[in-house]
């Protein structure tokens, strides 16, 4: 296959990717497959440390490494109980970049800017994209609420340029993007690049199974990837199926059956034994119930998406999508897709500048 057009911006250079193009951290998906087979297709990927168990996570850093000589980054959470083994790996293994919500404080931040790392947070609001500058951050990425999993309430067309209005720092935009009218947008806009998660879950390489994976082919409505709070009590954009309506119509206690039920290994992960499970049963009905479902739930978050992004029950789990699945009708390779979108952004990108010269439109 040739290759596309070349299209290099200060991101490139930063990341040390060939196109301006990053693969967000996806719990469960995102893995050293995935990661690898993005950078080299000229991209750039972040390994979903948040996700993978602690006794595995250097290997995996490890099997990126064997499979790319490509710069590559990793997620995490300052909440999560390794944060620390994160740290210290990111620093150890020379990755490029680090991606991070709120959480890490000045001196964390410092430690990963002596060794060379670059701190890029993911932000939903123009006051969290200054915070994270202020504290030290190279590279902000503004996800807008078209985004998938948790999200914020503002639109990428708005969030990208207030935020670059904002800050000083190269600002990458995510939320909505999947082909390459969206990379030249968000070029034209002002930003150095485009971040896309549900793009490349629904690739050839991604991890996720086939019969998940063809939910995600099958959504044609934007409006059946909808935004809902019934997780944890913050709004997270996920395709609708029969789990979700069943969660947000049953009452407190019920939400916390049906969680528990859909994670077999509930118990295994948390340590609560069956006398701990209907005490806390018991309490949601004397206290406030929907306060002790709500903990439940968010605890319990991650098991289900595991439920059906890895052991393949769209039925029994929760589905995180961006709207963009919406216009995905096939599933193709890394270096397919990145191809593509390079292509088309340039085309677009020409036709603008001769549209701006000419008066005539390519």
Known sequence: MSQ??????????????????????????????????????????????????????????????????????????MFQPNAAQVIDLAIAHGLRAVSYGRGPDKAVIRRFKDAGVLCMPTVGAVKHAVKAVELGA????????????????????????QVLDAVKVPVVAAGGFFDGRGLAMALAAGAVGIAMGTRFLMSKESPVPPQTLDRY???????????SSVMDGLPQRMIDNDFLSRLEQASPLRRVWLSLQSARRWQQHTGMSTGQMLSVASRALREDGAAVAQTLMAANAPMLIQRSMV?????????????????IAQLDSCETIIQHIVTAAVERLNGVRQFTETGVPA
């Open 311 to 327: 052991e393949g029950h769209p039925d029994e789990g929760v589905l995180p999508s961006g709207q963009a699945a919406a216009a």
């Open 138 to 161: 190279d590279i902000v990425t503004i996800q807008g609420s078209e985004g998938g999993g948790h999200t914020g309430s503002v639109p990428t067309s708005i969030l990208l340029p």
């Open 217 to 227: 082919v099958a959504v044609r409505d934007p409006a059946h990837i909808r935004v």
């Open 4 to 77: 596309p057009s070349a299209l290099h911006t200060p991101l490139c250079d930063l990341l040390g990717c060939r196109y301006p193009i990053v693969q967000t951290a996806m719990g469960w998906v995102a893995d050293a497959r995935l990661v690898a087979a993005t950078c080299n297709a000229g991209g750039f990927a972040f390994l979903a440390g948040a996700t993978i168990e602690p006794s595995q996570l250097e290997d995996e850093i490890l099997k990126v490494k064997s499979m790319t000589t490509r710069p590559f980054g990793i997620n995490f959470h």
